[in-house]
């Protein structure tokens, strides 16, 4: 077992790949290694990352990732809010800038997909990163809103899931949570 991931762990590991990796890529922090980076978790299991390189590069980048997580003793996971659901209009767009890394640009995936990836497996703890990205600021509740009604038509053709219902449930459920949980402005 591996220990669990700190934001500086998190740090350190795009501090190696920068070193380690020597092509232009774009790297996505996702779920819990966002949470993390950003002060609203303490810890995460694993990193999770998405990524797009030059297809001429993926061995490389495959080796490297490799390498750091038996230097680094991490999990590292590929892992997309886009493997499980419809990703939003306009998600790269709000993919937010982290830093430059050597030639890598990190990023942290859409926190808006995040969190109705989240909402969608909808779990206690899913819920509660959610709401502590509402707290938090780092979503509002209005385009998260705006971001699930664009997706749900999509769901039962693009989602693994297929499950619209249950989905409407959770976030249902996740706004009924807000009420008691975050602040009206």
Partial sequence: MRPPIDRLRVHYFLVKLGMAFRYPARLYLVGGATLVYEGLREQSL???IDYELAPEHEAEFARVITGLKEELQVNIELASPGHFIPLPPGWKDRARHIGRFGLVDAFHFDLI???????ERGREGDYQDVLAMLRGGQIELAPLQHAFAAI???????SLKRNPERFKRNFAALV????????EE
């Fill in 152 to 158: 749900l038509p999509r769901v039962e053709a693009e």
């Fill in 113 to 119: 997909s995040t969190a109705l990836s989240k909402i």
């Fill in 46 to 48: 694993d990193i999770d």
């Fill in 176 to 183: 009924e949570m807000t009420k008691t949980t975050i602040p």
